[in-house]
């Protein structure tokens, strides 16, 4: 029995231990973490209940309407902000993000409160903890206006059901989404020679928002797939592919709820699969050549065909392996790991599972304990489990995170949070997590709550002889508290 690799397992591999978890982690810490390499049966309660795409759609279109149907209403308010000096235009912007924050809020609150509880609670952090790291590598960003709603359901339906399957399954899911086909504009994309293009008339309105129409060719999606989702920048692709690509998954887009429904209170009850449409009147004809291979006009097989191979490039399985290894085990990943589970990734055609327990099975997973600085999210799910703490009300784990410098689903570009240390270590944000780690610390403390207890049942033999002296000597249970939650033990994994 090792209490010490228990720890490490909880802390490296999960989201950190609750009390009394690393006792029964400490038989076998290998294989507690191995179990959870499997796919879930069903989502976490909190996540199940949230709603599918269709509804996410709606959210924007809805608030879309609005906006127009508002008309003029409120022009003596801008009348006299116009006297004040304010153009129209910071008039319309500024009621436009506020309109926007009050119409999101709910729902943004509602869906952040159960990615947040669905990880303090879980008995299977290992799988939690899989899902947030594949769903920063296929980022969506709700700072998109038209994704404001997506995030939730392109997390729950691409990315959970693949954590511990097949990497290409994930990747045709995430291409698939209208999550990812609007946050990186390929429902708007036409090939040039593709009927709609040479017809412009034919082109449909395709529902509401920014655009409205397609116009031409959008590489975005067929860009990041290559840079960020399989090769890597690195991986040997030139932008002749990345135009390849782009034009191969035109035509690839997604149903739009019925007209009717933004105008009611409808709920939308597609899922992103049961979304995805293909339009061949917007695809590009014709063969076309991607990192030399060509592939024939068979519509949206085509694409399906060049996702799975480029899944199985040397180039993606480096990639990934890196990513992997970086984010478990050091910000500068041991070079015989990544070979490691880049051969397991190869050899199992992207088995994901595999891939996983290649890593747990490197004796340099388990050595140098504690090594990676926590992101704020995850310092934040470690304290609410170290603490016992199951749920918290909306708005508060997302506010908090947002105040440590990570506010949820709302990374700045399509290459997510960041997985080494530097971005986090500002005088700033570690600022911010001791102030947060005060204001919790005063609400939890009591008299019968040990701060050193908590520590121990945390972090076990990993509590270092300087954090427990310094946790005793505190003046209060409260003082306590804030040292051992701002200790550098907490801060790392």
């Known amino acids: 029995m090792s209490l010490e690799?228990?720890?490490?397992?909880?802390?490296?591999?999960?989201?950190?231990a609750r009390p009394g978890e690393l006792r029964a982690i400490a038989g076998d810490p290998v294989g507690w973490v191995k179990a959870q390499l499997a796919p879930e049966r069903t989502p976490p309660p909190p996540i199940a209940a949230l709603p599918p795409a269709e509804d996410d759609v709606l959210a924007f279109g809805r608030f879309f309407v609005a906006q127009r149907l508002r008309g003029d209403n409120g022009a003596q308010l801008s009348e006299r902000l116009e006297r004040q000096g304010l153009s129209r235009e910071e008039i319309q912007r500024l009621s436009t993000e506020d309109a926007f924050r009050q119409h999101f809020r709910a729902r943004y609150e509602v869906a952040s409160k159960a990615r947040f509880d669905a990880a303090f609670a879980t008995d299977r952090p290992v799988h939690e903890r899989l899902v947030h790291f594949w769903a920063n590598h296929f980022t969506i960003s709700a700072l998109k206006p038209q994704v404001a709603g997506l995030p939730p359901s392109f997390e729950k339906e691409a990315i959970r059901p693949h954590v511990c399957g097949r990497f290409a399954d994930m990747l045709l899911a995430s291409t698939k989404h209208p999550g990812m086909g609007i946050?990186?504009?390929?429902?708007?994309?036409?090939?040039?020679?593709?009927?709609w293009a040479k017809n412009p008339r034919s082109i449909p309105r395709l529902g509401f928002g920014p655009g409205g129409r397609p116009t031409g060719l959008n590489e975005n999606l067929g860009r990041e797939i290559l840079e960020l989702h399989t090769l890597g920048v690195n991986g040997g692709y030139t932008q002749a592919d990345v135009q390849a690509l782009a034009a191969i998954i035109t035509g690839w887009t997604y149903e739009r709820p019925p007209l009717r429904y933004y105008f009611n209170d409808a709920k939308g009850a597609r899922t992103g699969p049961q979304l995805f449409s293909f339009v061949a009147d917007a695809h590009e004809p014709g063969d076309k050549t991607l990192m030399g291979k060509t592939y024939p006009a068979n519509g949206v097989a085509q694409g399906?065909?060049?996702?799975?191979?480029l899944a199985r490039k040397p180039a993606t399985a480096h990639f990934l392996a890196t990513k992997l290894a970086r984010h478990y085990?050091?910000?500068?990943?041991?070079?015989?790991?990544?070979?490691?589970?880049?051969?397991?990734?190869?050899?199992?055609?992207?088995?994901?599972?595999?891939?996983?327990?290649?890593?747990?099975?490197?004796?340099?997973?388990?050595?140098?304990p504690l090594t990676k600085f926590r992101r704020?999210?995850?310092?934040?799910?470690?304290?609410?489990?170290?603490?016992?703490?199951?749920?918290?009300?909306?708005?508060?784990a997302a506010n908090a995170c947002g105040a440590m410098g990570q506010p949820v689903w709302r990374a700045q570009g399509p290459d997510g949070w960041a997985d080494t240390?530097?971005?986090?270590?500002?005088?700033?944000l570690v600022w911010k997590r001791i102030e947060w780690a005060e204001a919790l610390a005063a609400r939890v403390s009591r008299a019968d709550l040990d701060p050193v207890g908590v520590g121990e049942g945390a972090l076990g033999p990993l509590l270092s002889v300087e954090t427990r002296q310094a946790v005793q000597r505190a003046d209060s249970p409260m003082q306590g508290m804030v040292l051992l939650l701002s200790s550098p033990e907490f801060q790392r994994r």
Do not use: K
Request: with cysteine; charged share 20%.
């Open 183 to 195: 946050y990186l504009d390929n429902w708007s994309s036409i090939g040039p020679n593709s009927v």
């Open 5 to 16: 690799r228990a720890a490490l397992a909880a802390a490296r591999f999960g989201f950190g």
């Open 329 to 368: 085990i050091a910000d500068a990943p041991p070079p015989a790991v990544i070979e490691r589970c880049a051969q397991a990734f190869l050899r199992s055609d992207g088995d994901l599972r595999i891939t996983m327990t290649a890593l747990v099975d490197s004796p340099e997973a388990w050595s140098a």
């Open 421 to 428: 240390a530097g971005p986090w270590l500002s005088g700033d």
């Open 376 to 396: 704020p999210e995850e310092y934040l799910i470690a304290v609410m489990r170290a603490l016992d703490i199951a749920s918290l009300p909306p708005g508060v």
């Open 304 to 309: 399906e065909e060049a996702l799975r191979d």
